[in-house]
């Protein structure tokens, strides 16, 4: 009896996982209290940090949650952090969880006029690059004005609309086409499964061009990151002199990233090039015109409110009317009281995508709260400023961009402003030399954070989506795509860094 339940509690821990997986997080957490009674915290701060990220490069085999969160736990139980350092990380970040909670979910209620519009996009641009391309300005224009995160809340969409329309297909449950009525079984189901592979390819390319859009958009402007309203407020910029300032470290990037884009689809590279399969073209175009033929006048007045919505959305979030997360709270409530749906289990489906990774970002701020309690930014951060000014910005950048790229880029800026906002204070650096930092910051935390999917909230959250695990978007094959970007992008704005200051 007690082997049998022992047995279960196995089976129990961490569900379908790999027993390797099991075995090694059982591990660290076994080793992490040896480490910090051996080596002391510092030491065992940066191995949880490689542990959570471990958590993440695996998302495939475990969602991150549950083993980042024993880990979490664990920090907090042997000293690392306390609940009110992880409390006080939460505060800060509060605007962030509620637009998380509140945006994607009011995205979920635009899903029919957001997939009718790309669908029209999807059929009528046939060159892959041209599409590429247009995706990618799409999401760099909308993150300068919106937050990366509702932008990639409508790639997200979008995607699992697409694969929803083709894998009924795919798994045989829909449209039937003539030409297979006398083909083997056997081979209209490879036929499938190759569409289905090559459309899986067509749709990551698709929406990493996306989300590397949202970085080129979002360091452009004092509203398309987080760090950068707290950079601007603590440098007191206003929204011109913001954009001005970033402008020729910013402009550069953008052409530079979106020229990446067009050659990783022309040579073919990191996995980009896929085209859409001609047999998928084909369903999306019955798909299209079916829906079309069936739409009634009542599906019209619900897209019509949904694209009014939408209208009311970029507007709404452009003039910041509100936080954006009570922005995203009023669009459910608009999109639900207009289009009639006013049963809790038909709103409760909207939240399902959001809330894991709410629970995941609020673990992710655990870590951070270690990082801040153990201060082990602080000798680098030091170091740097030991430095002659003149080299000073660009060694900001790239100590920016390393740490952003292992941890939360909201973070690291926030603890270099204020150190830099410290040293201005205290009489240390001038002005100009303030400026300068200030701008080597915000692009430090922005473009090379795209690395991995931990210097991006948006990279997570595409991460961690529905639609990863649909389309076999691991984070290893994130940080092949991004890397492409990466090294081209970091290059360009280092250089424009180092010709403008």
């Excluded at 040896?34 to 542990?51: A, D, S």
């Excluded at 736990?73 to 909670?101: K, Q, R, Y």
């Excluded at 300068?144 to 509702?150: G, I, K, Q, R, W």
């Excluded at 939360?408 to 410290?422: G, L």
Aim: include cysteine.
């Amino acid at each position: 009896m007690t082997n049998t339940l022992s047995q279960a509690f196995v089976r129990n821990f961490l569900g379908n996982s790999p027993v390797w997986y099991k075995q090694a997080i059982i591990g660290f957490l076994i080793l992490n209290p040896i480490i910090l009674y051996t080596l002391g915290p510092v030491v065992t701060g940066w191995l949880l940090i490689f542990e959570f990220i471990f958590t993440l490069a695996l998302a495939l085999k475990c969602y991150p949650l549950q083993p980042g969160g024993l880990l979490a736990i664990e920090a907090i139980i042997i000293g690392l952090a306390t609940p009110e350092s992880v409390s006080h990380e939460i505060e800060s970040n509060l605007e962030v969880i509620l637009l998380l909670m509140f945006m994607v979910a009011g995205i979920y209620f635009m899903k029919s006029m957001l997939l009718w519009v790309f669908t029209k996009i999807l059929l009528k641009v046939h060159s892959k690059t041209a599409l590429s391309l247009l995706f990618s300005f799409f999401a760099a224009f909308l993150s300068a004005f919106l937050d990366a995160l509702t932008v990639t809340a409508v790639l997200i969409s979008v995607g699992v609309g697409f694969y929803a329309v083709y894998h009924k297909v795919a798994s045989g449950k829909a449209y039937h086409h003539p030409e297979h009525d006398h083909a083997d079984d056997e081979a209209v189901q490879q036929n499938h499964q190759a569409d289905l592979e090559q459309f899986r390819a067509f749709l990551r390319s698709l929406l990493m061009h996306g989300a590397v859009g949202t970085a080129l958009g979002g360091v452009c402007t004092l509203v398309g990151e987080p760090q950068n309203l707290l950079i601007a407020e603590k440098a007191g910029w206003d929204f011109i002199q913001f954009f001005v300032l970033m402008a020729p470290i910013t402009m550069p990037v953008l052409i530079a990233g979106l020229l990446t884009c067009a050659l990783l689809e022309k040579l073919k590279l990191f996995g980009y090039g896929s085209t859409l399969p001609e047999n998928v073209r084909n369903v999306l175009i019955d798909y299209a015109g079916e829906m079309d033929a069936k739409r009634t006048t009542r599906d019209k007045a619900t897209l019509m409110v949904q694209a009014v919505i939408a209208v009311f959305l970029v507007f709404a979030l452009a003039l910041h009317l509100a936080e954006v997360g009570l922005i995203g709270l009023t669009i459910i409530i608009l999109l639900t009281a207009f289009n009639g749906i006013v049963e809790e289990h038909q709103i409760g489906k909207a939240f399902e995508e959001a809330l894991p990774f709410t629970a995941l970002l609020v673990v992710f701020f655990s870590i951070v709260s270690v990082i801040h309690e153990q201060h082990l930014f602080q000798p680098i951060i030091e170091a740097v400023l030991a430095m002659d000014t003149a080299v000073q910005p660009g060694v900001f950048f790239i100590a920016n961009g390393l740490l952003s790229a292992i941890s939360d880029n909201v973070f690291v800026a926030t603890v270099y402003i204020n150190e830099v906002v410290a040293a201005f204070n205290a009489g240390s650096i001038s002005r100009e030399h303030f400026d300068h930092l200030a701008i080597a910051i915000n692009t430090g935390t922005n473009i090379p954070s795209v690395a991995t999917p931990n210097g991006q909230a948006a990279f997570l959250f595409l991460l961690t989506s529905a639609l990863a695990p649909l389309i076999r978007l691991s984070y290893g094959r994130m940080v092949i795509m991004a890397l492409p970007y990466t090294i081209v992008m970091s290059l360009v704005a280092y250089a424009a860094l180092q010709a403008y200051l």
